[in-house]
């Protein structure tokens, strides 16, 4: 009895090998027998794989085979144990493929005149979305730091200086027509006190002005008395 | 833009801020690459007019404190001047009452106007810094006779001491240009005597800023004018003038050999007896007069005599 159950299976295995399967992909065209089996892309679709397929996003497509049930030959704990290898599998293909995701986006910068070099493989298709350049600068790193520091002090006492020139300039434009300014304001006093000096010299020495009001008002008081 | 992330420690800046960021940064070079060379000429030269303006600007702060101080004494000064008018014009006013009281016989003040003739002269300055020592104030009737310059001393223009009379509130009264009282002089004809007065207060305005004298003293006094005197008077009044005579000689031009400070005096105060308001003449040139007037000045305060300057609206006045 087993050996004719043993016999049955191999048949209809052979019998379900002889069956061919192909992919259909849009990338590759298959130039040879479309009955023949690419070798490259075969695989065998079992129960686990099943699982993954599903969650596959490559742009293979998987045509499944017909599926004879198994009789007895799996155990429930050797199926468990494949799907916990394929879901470690998948997760580690997960990480992988958001990992490659940033290495596209993102440049990594790891210091002055060392950034990664972009990759411009994908540059030629003109489909692909245009990616924002993000440069990382890493100031946790002290020489790096040292290095920022002193390039931005160098650059604001270059300014400085360029600052401290132009207000030079512009006081070199603005200084003579202040001073010419203040000269003439002091020409115009000094012609100003000339006159004052001149009404002063009219009304005569101030000692002695102060002496006639005095000797009027002893007059007045005399005549008063 | 930036952002830091504190966990690893990194900056992230976008390309176009650190292009933006070189751009600067490539800026400031240039610009201080353009500036290295220019900056020591234009800094000296900065410094150059820096100092150009410190001095304008002390230089405008001293004349500013000059100006302020001569402003405020001059405004001081001004203000003094303005009471001297004030109370000169107040003493006219009082002394016109006096004169008035005294010949009523209401007042017992008496009233002594000292005249000097024929100034200026350089003695005129000793007797204006006597009168300034009494604290008296008189009368200079002024002529321009002598010249252009002082008489006494040739070096010293008349014109230029006109000033010091009025300096010390003495009146200036008109003596004729020419004080020529001989046949033919000013009395010939009234035209000529006023066309003398008129000249002479040319003179005086142009020597003081625009002093009016308004007193005029005929040389000789007005019994020269003979019968002419009333066509003069007529014509001094039309042109807003007054005059006045003296009613005490004291003798100083009586000739050099009798005018001597004794008899000076002695006229003066033996006149003073009968006179309660007295107008005495005096000659500037005369030496004996300066020596006398001390004692004359003293004796008349000694009897009440009260010193002023002769006054449009004095009754010794004609008009």
Redesign the interface.
Known sequence: MMDENKQEIRQTEEQENKKTFSRDTSRHTWIGDKNEIRPDLERTVTRMTQVIAETDDRSTRLVEKQRKAYKGFITDEEVKSAEDRAETERRKRAEEKAARLEMAQTRVYTGFGSGLDDDTSGKAEPQKKRT??????????RKVRNRLLA?AVI?VL??V??IG?LF??H??KV??G??EE??K??AE??A??EE??Q??D?????D??????D??????D???E | MAETERSTGRIKVSGKVLAAAALIACAIIAATVFVVPKFAGTFKEYRALRADLKKAQSEQAAAEKSNAALAQSVKEMTRMKTDCEKLSSQVFELAAKTEKDITEGKSNKKICYITLDDGPYRRGQDFLELFRKYDVKATFFMTTANGDMLPDQADISASSVYPDYLRFGHTIGNHTYSHDYGSGGLYSDTGAFMQAVEEQQDFTEKATGGYKTQIVRFPGGTGMAGSRLGAIEDSLREEGYTWVDWTVDSGDSWGSDTANASLIKSNVLSASKEQDIMVVLFHEWSEPTLEAMPDIIDTLRGSGYIFLPLFPGSMMVSK
């Open positions: 924002r350049k993000v440069y990382s600068i890493n100031v946790s790193d390039v650059l270059m300014l200086f360029d020139y030079l300039n006081s070199v200084l003579p202040r001073t203040a000269q304001e002091t006093m000094i100003e006190t004052l000096q009404k002063a009219a009304l005569g020495d101030y002695q002005l102060k002496e006639l009001r000797s009027w008002q002893r007059l007045k005399q005549l008063e």
